[in-house]
């Protein structure tokens, strides 16, 4: 079976879904059955997604997005100092 792959927008939701259905006495297994996903995976999103709205949640990931990418320019820019001290040493 092929992983579906849940959009923040559809894990907050899921959890909203979770706190009442738990208010209404079910189980978490009996949620993560509903839901379609394991207990494990519900433990994840809550300590991922616990407390935050859906506009909070599309701008986490815009920032984690953003980070990734200054990291990545960073690591180039280290990349390119060091051929350069080397050149600029003489050792090559």
Avoid: Y
């Amino acid at each position: 079976m092929p992983r579906k792959r849940h959009q923040a927008e559809e894990i907050i939701q899921h959890l909203r879904t979770v706190e009442i259905e738990q208010s209404k006495g079910l189980s978490l297994e009996e949620i993560a059955r509903k839901i379609g996903v394991t207990t494990v995976t519900l433990a994840r999103w809550r300590q991922e997604f616990g407390g935050l709205k859906v506009d909070q949640a599309r701008r986490l990931k815009e920032l984690e997005q953003e980070n990734a990418r200054l990291k990545k320019i960073v690591a180039n820019q280290a990349i390119d100092i060091d051929i350069l001290k080397i050149a600029a040493s003489g050792n090559f």
